[in-house]
Protein backbone atom coordinates (compact mmCIF):
# COMPACT_ATOMS: atom_id res chain seq x y z
CA UNK A 1 0.00 0.00 0.00
CA UNK A 2 1.62 2.94 -1.22
CA UNK A 3 1.78 6.35 1.19
CA UNK A 4 -1.30 8.20 -0.71
CA UNK A 5 -3.63 5.44 0.40
CA UNK A 6 -2.58 5.20 3.87
CA UNK A 7 -3.03 9.07 3.85
CA UNK A 8 -6.78 8.72 2.36
CA UNK A 9 -7.43 5.99 4.56
CA UNK A 10 -6.38 8.58 7.62
CA UNK A 11 -8.33 11.41 6.61
CA UNK A 12 -11.34 9.14 6.03
CA UNK A 13 -11.32 8.43 9.46
CA UNK A 14 -11.09 12.08 11.24
CA UNK A 15 -14.28 13.12 9.45
CA UNK A 16 -16.89 12.60 12.10
CA UNK A 17 -14.86 14.55 14.78
CA UNK A 18 -14.93 17.32 12.99
CA UNK A 19 -18.57 17.04 12.34
CA UNK A 20 -19.17 16.32 16.13
CA UNK A 21 -17.03 19.75 16.93
CA UNK A 22 -19.47 21.63 14.65
CA UNK A 23 -22.70 19.87 16.67
CA UNK A 24 -21.42 21.20 20.10
CA UNK A 25 -20.61 24.49 18.94
CA UNK A 26 -24.04 24.73 17.46
CA UNK A 27 -25.06 23.63 20.68
CA UNK A 28 -23.06 25.76 22.77
CA UNK A 29 -24.23 28.65 20.20
CA UNK A 30 -27.88 27.70 20.90
CA UNK A 31 -27.62 27.88 24.64
CA UNK A 32 -25.79 30.89 24.68
CA UNK A 33 -28.41 32.62 22.74
CA UNK A 34 -31.20 31.08 24.77
CA UNK A 35 -29.72 32.05 27.97
CA UNK A 36 -29.11 35.71 26.43
CA UNK A 37 -32.51 36.01 25.54
CA UNK A 38 -33.76 34.46 28.94
CA UNK A 39 -31.94 37.36 30.76
CA UNK A 40 -33.00 39.88 27.93
CA UNK A 41 -36.60 39.04 28.38
CA UNK A 42 -36.07 38.87 32.29
CA UNK A 43 -34.58 42.47 32.04
CA UNK A 44 -37.14 43.43 29.93
CA UNK A 45 -39.92 42.11 32.33
CA UNK A 46 -38.15 43.51 35.46
CA UNK A 47 -38.55 46.90 33.01
CA UNK A 48 -42.04 46.61 32.88
CA UNK A 49 -42.78 45.87 35.80
CA UNK A 50 -41.09 48.65 37.47
CA UNK A 51 -42.76 51.02 34.78
CA UNK A 52 -46.33 49.26 35.69
CA UNK A 53 -45.51 50.12 39.40
CA UNK A 54 -44.36 53.86 38.38
CA UNK A 55 -47.41 54.62 36.41
CA UNK A 56 -49.93 52.65 39.34
CA UNK A 57 -47.94 55.13 41.74
CA UNK A 58 -48.82 58.05 39.45
CA UNK A 59 -52.21 56.99 38.82
CA UNK A 60 -52.79 56.55 42.95
CA UNK A 61 -51.44 60.01 43.58
CA UNK A 62 -53.31 61.98 40.95
CA UNK A 63 -56.29 60.10 42.04
CA UNK A 64 -55.69 61.34 45.76
CA UNK A 65 -54.52 64.84 44.63
CA UNK A 66 -57.95 64.86 42.76
CA UNK A 67 -59.97 63.74 45.91
CA UNK A 68 -58.32 66.20 48.12
CA UNK A 69 -59.24 69.45 45.63
CA UNK A 70 -62.61 68.28 45.64
CA UNK A 71 -63.13 67.85 49.34
CA UNK A 72 -61.76 71.40 49.88
CA UNK A 73 -63.67 72.77 46.55
CA UNK A 74 -66.89 71.42 48.56
CA UNK A 75 -66.51 73.96 51.35
CA UNK A 76 -66.32 77.04 48.77
CA UNK A 77 -69.05 78.81 47.11
CA UNK A 78 -67.89 78.13 43.73
CA UNK A 79 -68.90 74.47 44.04
CA UNK A 80 -70.21 73.08 41.17
CA UNK A 81 -72.76 70.87 43.34
CA UNK A 82 -74.15 67.30 42.88
CA UNK A 83 -73.84 66.06 39.60
CA UNK A 84 -71.12 68.11 38.11
CA UNK A 85 -66.99 66.74 37.41
CA UNK A 86 -64.14 67.95 38.48
CA UNK A 87 -60.79 67.92 36.57
CA UNK A 88 -57.13 68.58 36.08
CA UNK A 89 -53.79 67.40 35.50
CA UNK A 90 -51.08 66.83 38.39
CA UNK A 91 -47.99 67.03 35.83
CA UNK A 92 -47.01 65.77 31.78
CA UNK A 93 -47.94 62.78 32.76
CA UNK A 94 -50.86 62.44 35.54
CA UNK A 95 -54.82 63.80 35.81
CA UNK A 96 -57.35 62.89 37.68
CA UNK A 97 -61.26 63.22 37.18
CA UNK A 98 -63.60 63.48 40.13
CA UNK A 99 -67.52 63.13 39.94
CA UNK A 100 -69.59 64.22 42.82
CA UNK A 101 -72.85 62.43 43.25
CA UNK A 102 -75.66 62.82 45.57
CA UNK A 103 -76.53 59.89 48.84
CA UNK A 104 -74.28 57.73 49.94
CA UNK A 105 -74.92 54.09 48.26
CA UNK A 106 -74.18 51.90 51.34
CA UNK A 107 -77.20 53.72 53.29
CA UNK A 108 -80.29 51.42 52.82
CA UNK A 109 -83.81 51.94 54.06
CA UNK A 110 -83.91 50.74 57.83
CA UNK A 111 -80.38 51.83 58.66
CA UNK A 112 -80.08 53.84 61.33
CA UNK A 113 -78.52 56.97 59.37
CA UNK A 114 -80.62 56.71 56.31
CA UNK A 115 -82.24 59.86 57.62
CA UNK A 116 -78.91 61.51 56.55
CA UNK A 117 -79.22 60.16 53.11
CA UNK A 118 -80.29 63.73 51.57
CA UNK A 119 -76.80 65.38 53.30
CA UNK A 120 -74.08 62.99 51.61
CA UNK A 121 -72.38 63.13 49.08
CA UNK A 122 -70.14 60.63 46.96
CA UNK A 123 -67.12 61.80 46.17
CA UNK A 124 -65.42 59.39 43.07
CA UNK A 125 -61.97 60.14 41.99
CA UNK A 126 -60.53 58.54 39.36
CA UNK A 127 -56.39 59.40 38.68
CA UNK A 128 -54.66 58.28 34.97
CA UNK A 129 -50.88 58.06 34.33
CA UNK A 130 -49.19 57.15 31.49
CA UNK A 131 -45.67 56.57 29.92
CA UNK A 132 -43.45 58.38 27.94
CA UNK A 133 -46.75 60.53 26.69
CA UNK A 134 -48.36 57.53 25.30
CA UNK A 135 -51.78 57.88 26.45
CA UNK A 136 -53.19 54.84 24.47
CA UNK A 137 -51.54 52.99 27.60
CA UNK A 138 -52.89 54.68 30.41
CA UNK A 139 -53.11 52.99 34.47
CA UNK A 140 -56.28 54.09 36.22
CA UNK A 141 -56.94 54.11 40.36
CA UNK A 142 -60.01 55.04 41.99
CA UNK A 143 -60.80 56.47 45.55
CA UNK A 144 -63.76 57.47 47.47
CA UNK A 145 -65.32 59.40 49.93
CA UNK A 146 -68.74 60.08 51.39
CA UNK A 147 -69.11 64.07 53.02
CA UNK A 148 -71.75 64.56 55.26
CA UNK A 149 -73.18 68.52 55.61
CA UNK A 150 -72.80 69.72 58.90
CA UNK A 151 -75.89 71.58 59.30
CA UNK A 152 -74.96 74.55 60.52
CA UNK A 153 -78.37 77.45 60.71
CA UNK A 154 -81.29 77.41 58.52
CA UNK A 155 -81.90 80.49 55.87
CA UNK A 156 -83.84 83.45 57.58
CA UNK A 157 -83.52 85.66 55.13
CA UNK A 158 -86.98 85.95 54.94
CA UNK A 159 -88.29 85.82 58.70
CA UNK A 160 -91.36 88.33 58.76
CA UNK A 161 -91.01 91.09 61.09
CA UNK A 162 -93.80 89.74 63.37
CA UNK A 163 -93.10 86.09 62.95
CA UNK A 164 -91.30 86.44 66.72
CA UNK A 165 -94.45 88.10 67.74
CA UNK A 166 -96.69 85.92 65.95
CA UNK A 167 -95.12 82.59 67.90
CA UNK A 168 -95.77 84.14 70.92
CA UNK A 169 -99.64 82.87 70.87
CA UNK A 170 -101.68 79.60 70.01
CA UNK A 171 -103.64 81.51 67.75
CA UNK A 172 -103.51 84.83 66.11
CA UNK A 173 -105.73 86.16 64.00
CA UNK A 174 -104.69 89.29 62.34
CA UNK A 175 -107.57 90.83 60.40
CA UNK A 176 -105.35 93.15 58.33
CA UNK A 177 -108.72 93.93 56.20
CA UNK A 178 -110.21 97.10 57.15
CA UNK A 179 -113.55 94.57 57.54
CA UNK A 180 -113.56 93.90 60.77
CA UNK A 181 -114.23 90.23 61.60
CA UNK A 182 -116.26 88.59 64.26
CA UNK A 183 -114.59 85.84 66.32
CA UNK A 184 -117.51 83.85 67.76
CA UNK A 185 -116.29 82.20 70.64
CA UNK A 186 -118.88 79.17 71.77
CA UNK A 187 -118.72 76.22 74.29
CA UNK A 188 -117.79 74.00 74.24
CA UNK A 189 -114.49 75.00 72.88
CA UNK A 190 -111.31 75.56 74.31
CA UNK A 191 -108.11 78.36 73.52
CA UNK A 192 -104.84 76.97 75.36
CA UNK A 193 -102.30 79.54 76.30
CA UNK A 194 -101.73 82.91 74.94
CA UNK A 195 -104.20 83.98 72.22
CA UNK A 196 -104.94 87.30 69.73
CA UNK A 197 -107.89 87.81 68.00
CA UNK A 198 -107.37 91.54 66.18
CA UNK A 199 -111.22 91.31 64.72
CA UNK A 200 -114.20 91.34 67.47
CA UNK A 201 -114.66 88.71 70.10
CA UNK A 202 -118.08 87.48 70.57
CA UNK A 203 -117.75 85.43 73.73
CA UNK A 204 -120.82 83.14 73.96
CA UNK A 205 -123.35 85.01 72.63
CA UNK A 206 -125.08 82.77 70.05
CA UNK A 207 -125.52 79.42 72.06
CA UNK A 208 -126.23 80.30 75.39
CA UNK A 209 -129.69 82.26 75.15
CA UNK A 210 -128.61 84.10 72.28
CA UNK A 211 -131.80 86.72 72.72
CA UNK A 212 -130.83 87.45 76.20
CA UNK A 213 -127.22 87.96 76.21
CA UNK A 214 -126.65 89.25 79.71
CA UNK A 215 -129.66 86.73 80.91
CA UNK A 216 -128.48 84.61 84.09
CA UNK A 217 -128.10 81.56 82.55
CA UNK A 218 -124.87 82.84 80.39
CA UNK A 219 -123.55 84.12 83.36
CA UNK A 220 -123.97 81.34 85.36
CA UNK A 221 -122.78 79.67 83.09
CA UNK A 222 -119.36 81.25 82.73
CA UNK A 223 -119.18 81.85 86.19
CA UNK A 224 -119.40 78.14 86.67
CA UNK A 225 -116.63 77.24 84.60
CA UNK A 226 -114.15 79.10 86.57
CA UNK A 227 -115.76 77.95 90.34
CA UNK A 228 -115.04 74.32 88.65
CA UNK A 229 -111.79 75.12 87.61
CA UNK A 230 -110.58 76.56 90.88
CA UNK A 231 -112.24 73.80 92.88
CA UNK A 232 -111.50 70.65 91.22
CA UNK A 233 -108.75 71.83 88.76
CA UNK A 234 -111.12 70.14 85.78
CA UNK A 235 -110.98 72.64 83.27
CA UNK A 236 -113.72 73.33 80.61
CA UNK A 237 -112.89 77.42 80.10
CA UNK A 238 -113.57 78.81 76.74
CA UNK A 239 -109.63 80.67 77.45
CA UNK A 240 -107.01 79.58 79.82
CA UNK A 241 -105.18 82.83 79.58
CA UNK A 242 -105.17 86.22 78.94
CA UNK A 243 -106.49 87.42 75.56
CA UNK A 244 -105.16 90.17 73.66
CA UNK A 245 -107.85 91.96 71.51
CA UNK A 246 -107.51 95.13 68.80
CA UNK A 247 -108.15 98.27 70.43
CA UNK A 248 -111.15 100.28 69.31
CA UNK A 249 -112.81 96.58 67.56
CA UNK A 250 -114.45 95.20 71.06
CA UNK A 251 -117.87 95.60 72.87
CA UNK A 252 -117.44 97.09 76.00
CA UNK A 253 -118.82 94.12 77.95
CA UNK A 254 -115.74 91.65 76.23
CA UNK A 255 -113.70 92.25 79.47
CA UNK A 256 -116.19 91.30 82.32
CA UNK A 257 -117.17 88.52 80.19
CA UNK A 258 -113.04 87.40 80.26
CA UNK A 259 -112.85 88.04 83.80
CA UNK A 260 -116.21 85.59 84.60
CA UNK A 261 -113.74 83.07 83.13
CA UNK A 262 -111.00 83.93 85.57
CA UNK A 263 -108.11 85.72 82.26
CA UNK A 264 -107.95 89.33 81.23
CA UNK A 265 -107.14 91.56 78.73
CA UNK A 266 -104.49 92.43 76.87
CA UNK A 267 -104.95 95.03 74.04
CA UNK A 268 -103.05 96.17 70.71
CA UNK A 269 -103.52 98.43 68.17
CA UNK A 270 -104.73 96.62 64.55
CA UNK A 271 -102.78 95.55 62.14
CA UNK A 272 -103.47 97.07 58.81
CA UNK A 273 -101.02 94.94 56.46
CA UNK A 274 -100.87 91.11 56.46
CA UNK A 275 -97.96 90.41 58.48
CA UNK A 276 -96.76 87.51 56.60
CA UNK A 277 -97.27 87.35 52.19
CA UNK A 278 -98.52 83.83 51.34
CA UNK A 279 -96.27 82.14 49.12
CA UNK A 280 -97.10 79.83 45.91
CA UNK A 281 -95.80 76.21 46.77
CA UNK A 282 -92.34 76.07 45.13
CA UNK A 283 -91.78 73.89 42.00
CA UNK A 284 -88.21 72.48 43.39
CA UNK A 285 -86.62 72.81 46.75
CA UNK A 286 -83.25 72.09 47.94
CA UNK A 287 -81.73 71.67 51.25
CA UNK A 288 -78.24 73.67 50.80
CA UNK A 289 -76.75 74.67 48.12
CA UNK A 290 -75.12 72.77 45.32
CA UNK A 291 -77.69 69.74 46.80
CA UNK A 292 -79.75 67.47 44.88
CA UNK A 293 -82.85 69.40 43.64
CA UNK A 294 -85.91 67.58 44.87
CA UNK A 295 -89.64 68.58 42.82
CA UNK A 296 -92.17 69.57 44.96
CA UNK A 297 -95.59 66.62 44.01
CA UNK A 298 -99.30 67.97 43.17
CA UNK A 299 -101.26 65.81 45.80
CA UNK A 300 -104.75 65.55 44.29
CA UNK A 301 -102.69 64.10 40.73
CA UNK A 302 -101.31 61.42 42.93
CA UNK A 303 -103.63 60.91 46.05
CA UNK A 304 -107.00 62.49 44.26
CA UNK A 305 -108.89 64.82 45.74
CA UNK A 306 -110.84 62.64 48.39
CA UNK A 307 -107.51 60.12 50.07
CA UNK A 308 -109.13 57.75 51.94
CA UNK A 309 -107.02 55.75 54.20
CA UNK A 310 -103.70 56.77 52.94
CA UNK A 311 -100.82 57.97 54.75
CA UNK A 312 -98.88 60.98 52.69
CA UNK A 313 -95.58 62.02 53.82
CA UNK A 314 -91.86 62.65 53.20
CA UNK A 315 -89.34 60.54 51.23
CA UNK A 316 -86.40 60.23 52.42
CA UNK A 317 -84.67 59.72 48.49
CA UNK A 318 -87.14 61.97 46.53
CA UNK A 319 -88.89 64.00 48.96
CA UNK A 320 -86.97 64.37 51.80
CA UNK A 321 -89.31 67.46 53.57
CA UNK A 322 -92.46 66.10 52.34
CA UNK A 323 -93.45 69.33 50.47
CA UNK A 324 -96.46 68.88 48.09
CA UNK A 325 -99.11 71.55 46.14
CA UNK A 326 -102.40 70.71 46.52
CA UNK A 327 -103.70 71.15 43.31
CA UNK A 328 -106.93 71.81 44.34
CA UNK A 329 -109.98 71.22 46.53
CA UNK A 330 -108.20 68.49 49.02
CA UNK A 331 -110.71 66.31 51.44
CA UNK A 332 -109.07 64.28 53.57
CA UNK A 333 -110.94 61.61 54.71
CA UNK A 334 -111.04 58.78 57.36
CA UNK A 335 -108.15 57.31 58.24
CA UNK A 336 -105.71 59.77 56.14
CA UNK A 337 -102.50 60.63 57.45
CA UNK A 338 -100.67 63.60 55.98
CA UNK A 339 -96.84 64.78 57.52
CA UNK A 340 -95.30 67.62 55.72
CA UNK A 341 -96.01 70.72 54.44
CA UNK A 342 -98.86 71.24 52.08
CA UNK A 343 -99.48 74.90 50.08
CA UNK A 344 -102.85 75.10 48.67
CA UNK A 345 -102.40 78.18 46.31
CA UNK A 346 -105.89 78.31 44.87
CA UNK A 347 -108.01 81.06 45.65
CA UNK A 348 -110.79 79.55 45.90
CA UNK A 349 -109.38 76.04 46.95
CA UNK A 350 -109.49 74.33 50.51
CA UNK A 351 -108.17 72.22 52.71
CA UNK A 352 -110.86 70.02 54.05
CA UNK A 353 -110.63 67.45 57.55
CA UNK A 354 -113.48 65.53 56.85
CA UNK A 355 -113.82 61.93 58.04
CA UNK A 356 -112.72 59.77 61.67
CA UNK A 357 -109.17 59.86 62.66
CA UNK A 358 -107.56 62.00 60.41
CA UNK A 359 -104.26 63.79 61.07
CA UNK A 360 -102.19 66.57 59.95
CA UNK A 361 -98.48 66.78 61.09
CA UNK A 362 -95.66 69.29 61.12
CA UNK A 363 -92.08 67.51 60.11
CA UNK A 364 -88.81 68.07 62.37
CA UNK A 365 -86.14 69.57 60.19
CA UNK A 366 -83.39 67.41 60.50
CA UNK A 367 -81.65 68.98 63.92
CA UNK A 368 -78.39 71.71 63.73
CA UNK A 369 -75.37 70.55 64.64
CA UNK A 370 -75.27 71.41 68.47
CA UNK A 371 -78.37 72.40 68.98
CA UNK A 372 -81.40 70.77 70.77
CA UNK A 373 -83.96 73.13 69.31
CA UNK A 374 -86.68 71.20 67.61
CA UNK A 375 -87.88 73.09 64.21
CA UNK A 376 -90.79 72.67 61.63
CA UNK A 377 -92.14 74.38 58.51
CA UNK A 378 -95.46 75.04 58.77
CA UNK A 379 -97.85 71.98 58.42
CA UNK A 380 -100.27 73.67 56.24
CA UNK A 381 -100.82 76.79 54.58
CA UNK A 382 -104.10 77.73 52.24
CA UNK A 383 -104.32 81.05 50.29
CA UNK A 384 -108.11 80.38 50.81
CA UNK A 385 -109.62 77.99 53.89
CA UNK A 386 -109.12 75.25 55.91
CA UNK A 387 -112.08 73.88 56.84
CA UNK A 388 -113.17 70.85 59.91
CA UNK A 389 -116.25 69.64 58.40
CA UNK A 390 -119.08 68.38 60.45
CA UNK A 391 -119.31 65.51 62.43
CA UNK A 392 -115.35 64.78 61.75
CA UNK A 393 -112.65 63.96 64.06
CA UNK A 394 -109.02 65.33 63.42
CA UNK A 395 -106.27 66.25 65.17
CA UNK A 396 -103.08 68.63 63.62
CA UNK A 397 -99.68 69.02 65.61
CA UNK A 398 -97.90 71.64 63.76
CA UNK A 399 -98.53 75.35 62.78
CA UNK A 400 -101.99 75.95 60.76
CA UNK A 401 -101.85 78.97 57.89
CA UNK A 402 -104.86 80.48 56.34
CA UNK A 403 -104.64 83.34 54.42
CA UNK A 404 -108.72 84.03 54.19
CA UNK A 405 -110.42 81.70 56.79
CA UNK A 406 -110.00 79.15 58.92
CA UNK A 407 -113.98 77.43 59.48
CA UNK A 408 -115.24 75.17 61.75
CA UNK A 409 -118.76 74.30 60.00
CA UNK A 410 -121.69 74.15 61.79
CA UNK A 411 -122.61 71.18 63.35
CA UNK A 412 -122.69 68.32 66.06
CA UNK A 413 -120.93 69.14 69.36
CA UNK A 414 -119.82 65.37 68.26
CA UNK A 415 -117.29 67.51 65.96
CA UNK A 416 -113.99 66.81 67.08
CA UNK A 417 -110.58 68.85 66.47
CA UNK A 418 -107.48 69.34 68.43
CA UNK A 419 -104.94 71.43 67.32
CA UNK A 420 -101.55 71.03 69.37
CA UNK A 421 -99.36 73.71 67.74
CA UNK A 422 -100.20 77.31 66.41
CA UNK A 423 -102.70 78.67 64.02
CA UNK A 424 -102.17 81.85 61.83
CA UNK A 425 -104.93 83.18 60.26
CA UNK A 426 -106.85 86.41 58.71
CA UNK A 427 -110.05 85.45 60.00
CA UNK A 428 -112.02 82.59 62.23
CA UNK A 429 -115.07 81.62 61.73
CA UNK A 430 -116.12 79.23 64.29
CA UNK A 431 -119.46 77.86 63.84
CA UNK A 432 -121.88 77.38 67.20
CA UNK A 433 -123.19 73.62 67.72
CA UNK A 434 -126.27 72.95 66.67
CA UNK A 435 -127.26 71.41 70.16
CA UNK A 436 -126.83 74.91 71.60
CA UNK A 437 -128.34 76.72 69.54
CA UNK A 438 -131.96 74.82 69.33
CA UNK A 439 -132.05 75.16 72.94
CA UNK A 440 -134.90 78.03 73.39
CA UNK A 441 -134.28 80.86 75.33
CA UNK A 442 -137.53 79.99 77.75
CA UNK A 443 -135.90 76.54 78.21
CA UNK A 444 -132.35 77.93 79.06
CA UNK A 445 -134.49 80.12 81.74
CA UNK A 446 -136.42 76.98 82.74
CA UNK A 447 -133.08 74.95 83.03
CA UNK A 448 -131.67 78.03 85.19
CA UNK A 449 -134.62 78.45 87.46
CA UNK A 450 -134.21 74.04 88.13
CA UNK A 451 -130.57 74.45 88.86
CA UNK A 452 -130.95 77.20 91.10
CA UNK A 453 -133.57 75.13 93.21
CA UNK A 454 -131.29 71.72 93.56
CA UNK A 455 -127.78 73.18 93.49
CA UNK A 456 -127.49 73.28 97.24
CA UNK A 457 -127.86 69.71 97.34
CA UNK A 458 -127.26 68.31 93.96
CA UNK A 459 -125.19 69.44 91.31
CA UNK A 460 -123.10 72.25 91.99
CA UNK A 461 -122.14 73.43 88.58
CA UNK A 462 -124.46 75.06 86.04
CA UNK A 463 -121.85 73.17 83.23
CA UNK A 464 -122.68 69.83 84.67
CA UNK A 465 -126.51 70.27 85.41
CA UNK A 466 -126.92 71.02 81.34
CA UNK A 467 -124.58 68.07 80.35
CA UNK A 468 -126.77 65.94 82.48
CA UNK A 469 -130.27 67.12 81.39
CA UNK A 470 -132.13 66.35 78.31
CA UNK A 471 -130.62 68.92 75.87
CA UNK A 472 -127.04 66.96 76.85
CA UNK A 473 -124.99 69.86 76.52
CA UNK A 474 -121.38 68.73 76.84
CA UNK A 475 -119.78 70.73 78.73
CA UNK A 476 -116.20 69.05 78.13
CA UNK A 477 -115.00 70.85 75.10
CA UNK A 478 -114.09 68.68 71.99
CA UNK A 479 -112.41 71.56 70.21
CA UNK A 480 -109.71 72.63 72.02
CA UNK A 481 -106.59 74.62 70.54
CA UNK A 482 -103.23 74.01 72.56
CA UNK A 483 -99.91 75.50 72.19
CA UNK A 484 -96.99 73.42 70.39
CA UNK A 485 -94.63 71.57 73.29
CA UNK A 486 -90.65 71.66 72.77
CA UNK A 487 -91.23 73.16 68.71
CA UNK A 488 -90.41 76.16 67.00
CA UNK A 489 -91.78 77.30 63.48
CA UNK A 490 -89.17 78.31 61.21
CA UNK A 491 -90.55 80.35 57.96
CA UNK A 492 -87.78 80.17 55.15
CA UNK A 493 -86.86 81.65 52.52
CA UNK A 494 -88.81 79.29 49.68
CA UNK A 495 -87.09 80.29 46.73
CA UNK A 496 -83.50 79.36 48.58
CA UNK A 497 -81.90 76.24 50.48
CA UNK A 498 -83.50 75.71 53.42
CA UNK A 499 -80.00 75.23 55.84
CA UNK A 500 -77.25 78.04 54.88
CA UNK A 501 -73.73 78.82 56.46
CA UNK A 502 -74.16 79.70 60.07
CA UNK A 503 -73.04 83.31 60.73
CA UNK A 504 -68.94 84.38 60.99
CA UNK A 505 -68.51 80.96 58.46
CA UNK A 506 -67.57 81.72 54.85
CA UNK A 507 -68.53 78.08 53.45
CA UNK A 508 -70.36 75.50 54.54
CA UNK A 509 -68.69 72.66 56.61
CA UNK A 510 -68.40 68.69 55.77
CA UNK A 511 -67.83 65.81 57.80
CA UNK A 512 -65.34 63.13 56.48
CA UNK A 513 -67.77 59.68 56.92
CA UNK A 514 -65.49 57.47 54.96
CA UNK A 515 -62.86 57.34 52.39
CA UNK A 516 -61.59 54.50 51.19
CA UNK A 517 -59.47 53.16 47.66
CA UNK A 518 -62.05 51.36 45.00
CA UNK A 519 -65.45 53.23 43.76
Known amino acids: MTNHSRLRINRAKRSPRRGLALILILGMLAITIAVSYALMRSQVQSTLLQ????????????????????IRKISVDDWGGVGTTLTGNVDSQSSYSVTHTAGDASLAPGDANYSELPFRVTVTSTGTAWVNDDVTLPTTHTMTAVLQLVRRALNTTATPALWNSMNGYTCFQWNSSATVWNVDVNAPIQFQGANCFMGKLNLQKLSIDPTLTNSNSRTQYLNDLLSKYVQTGVDYRHFTSDVTLST??????VSTD?????????????????????????????????????????????????PTGQTIGASTATNPLGIYQAGGTVSFKSGTNFTGVLFSDGTSDEIRLDGTGVEINGLNLPALSGSSTVYQLPASMARNNMVIKSNS??????????????????????????LQGRLFSEDLDIAARTEWTAVL??????????????????VKYYPDWM????????????????????????????????????????YHRWDIVSRKDGP
Open 393 to 418: SSQVQGLVMTWTNFVIDSGSQNTSFQ
Open 441 to 458: AANWLLQYNLFQIQKATG
Open 258 to 306: LTKLGVGKVDIAPLSAVPVTYTNAPTTYQLYAGGPTYSVPNLVGVFGSN
Open 51 to 70: TNSQTNSLARQAAEAGLNRA
Open 467 to 506: DASSYNLQAPPLIKFQPPSGVTYHWPNWSQPIYSKAAGDT
Open 248 to 253: GRQDAS
